[in-house]
């Protein structure tokens, strides 16, 4: 299982879609281009979450403990995400600007409760980041009966049986292939 610091890495990740959408606001208010820019600088960090996302499923993936993950039921979650995409609409409706570039206090308050809710309820299927890496979520029921996520690269066509899975976090598997 990986660490808590491991944990809040993967829910910082979430925020690289929402970092992008507000470099590009950024650029269409000051255009030029230095290496200061607070738009270039978003963008910078964007690609680093993304690059530090997927280093940490590979190495989750590579040298995290393998089990069996026995599935009596499964439903697919992704469209769960929809739901959080609102969140990311927030900073760019602000009209003012206190803090640096388009992060505004109330938008950052906002973005800190996000980052605090998905943390602590595990709701890594909001993740559009993964999303847009190629991965699906599933909430699936164990053979004990208690409901956990999934994450998977792969399409699960056939919800039942056992399922090789390495544990990221708390109630949250990542499958590997065999």
């Known amino acids: 299982m990986l660490s808590r610091a ?5 829910v ?4 690289a879609p929402l970092l992008l959408v507000m470099a590009v606001e950024n650029f269409v208010a000051a255009p030029q281009f230095t290496f200061t820019c607070f ?4 963008i910078v960090v964007s690609l680093l979450l993304v690059l530090i996302a997927r280093g940490i499923l590979f190495l989750a993936k590579r040298y ?4 069996a993950l026995q599935v009596v039921k499964a439903r697919n979650s992704d469209k769960q995400v929809l739901t959080f995409l609102l969140a990311y609409l927030l900073p760019i409706l602000t009209q003012k600007k206190y803090l640096f570039g388009s992060f505004d206090f109330p938008t950052l308050a906002i973005l800190v409760m996000l ?3 998905v943390y602590h309820s595990n709701a890594f299927d909001f993740n559009p980041l993964l999303g847009m890496m190629g991965f699906h979520f599933y909430e699936v029921e164990g053979d004990d009966g208690f409901p956990y996520l999934l994450i998977s690269g792969k399409v699960i066509r056939k919800p039942k049986g056992d ?5 990221l976090f708390d109630y949250t598997f990542l499958a590997v292939e065999n």
């Open 6 to 10: 491991a944990k809040l890495v993967m």
């Open 115 to 117: 980052c605090v809710a």
């Open 12 to 15: 910082a990740t979430s925020l």
């Open 163 to 167: 399922i090789r899975v390495v544990q």
């Open 39 to 42: 738009w270039f600088q978003l």
């Open 64 to 67: 995290g403990q393998r089990m």
